[in-house]
């Protein structure tokens, strides 16, 4: 076994190309002494092991943890920092100006909350509306494992964005990824363009302001590195057994598909590992 990488896990960056390329990312809290970005798509169809030393750090202020909360913060991160704040999780409760719980940070507000976002449908699972800022189109979508999206609309503000989804969702309309059917391969018996259509005349009856104009609609196609399909899906837990890995068969949202089960990194953003290959 020969050391690729080690360092703090967090959401694997991504580059959207045919197929998409990721890269393990450290998410080490101190942006200056980050290690380099290391890409993981030459090593499909090679054994490769994460091994967990036991180590957990929170990603906003590197105190040693037990336990991460929402993804990588330690428990007084989680309680005092905007980005683990409501809003993150369910847009339409941000609250930036409510008497007696404004938002919790200042800059945090105006650099993510009172952004454009984007209103969009993608097929994961299944077909399914969502929102993300403006800068995160398509690392959106790849994270969640679309095989294709199509944005529907621009609006000011999180927690406009958020309300217009929450209406949506209310009315029917699927905002979650069933994420062990997206893991099993790709949903390509949806048409997407309908589903997009008849959002599109929801927002139109609503008369919601924001719409793109057509030629902003366009469908985008999102390939992945997968070379097997796993038939059944078991996930490794590094809180149980720290070793996980095996044959990497393909990586597709923010899963690594081993031949023996797969594991989703981001859900162990924080925790220090060091990555091996098998020799030959
Ligand atoms: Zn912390
Ligand atoms: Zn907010």
Redesign the pocket.
């Known amino acids: 076994m020969q050391t690729i990488w080690s360092g703090t896990l967090r959401k694997m960056r991504s580059i959207h190309e045919s197929p998409v390329r990721y890269f393990l990312t450290d998410g080490w809290w101190e942006q200056e002494n980050r290690v380099e970005d290391h890409e993981l798509n030459p090593y499909l169809g090679r054994e490769l092991m994460i091994r967990f030393g036991g180590k957990i750090n929170c990603t906003a202020c590197g105190r040693a943890t037990k336990k991460t909360f929402n993804q990588g913060f330690c428990f007084p991160c989680s309680q005092s920092r905007?980005e683990a704040?409501?809003?993150?999780v369910k847009?339409e409760l941000?609250?930036?100006d409510e008497t007696g719980n404004p938002?919790r940070d200042e800059h945090?507000?105006q650099t993510?909350?009172f952004q454009p976002h984007i209103l969009y449908s993608s097929l994961t699972s299944g077909r399914k509306v969502g929102i993300t800022r403006q800068p995160n189109v398509p690392s959106r979508w790849i994270d969640q494992g679309a095989t294709e999206a199509i944005p529907l609309a621009r609006l000011a503000d999180?927690?406009t964005v958020g309300q217009v989804e929450k209406r949506l969702v209310d009315d029917g309309f699927r905002d979650k990824t069933h994420w062990t059917r997206m893991l099993k391969g790709n949903n390509e018996e949806s048409d997407l363009s309908e589903f997009a259509g008849r959002v599109l005349e929801k927002l139109d009856e609503w008369k919601i302001e924001g719409v793109l104009p057509e030629a902003e609609r366009a469908s985008v196609k999102i390939d992945y590195p997968v070379e097997v399909w796993p038939t059944k899906v078991s996930s490794f837990n590094l809180d149980k057994n720290p070793v996980a890995g095996g044959v990497l068969q393909g990586i597709k949202a923010q899963y690594l598909i081993f031949d023996s089960g797969v594991i989703n990194l981001r859900k162990y953003t924080g925790y220090q590992v060091e990555v091996d290959v098998a020799d030959g």
């Open positions: 905007a704040d409501i809003c993150i847009p941000c609250h930036y938002c945090f507000a993510q909350c999180r927690r």
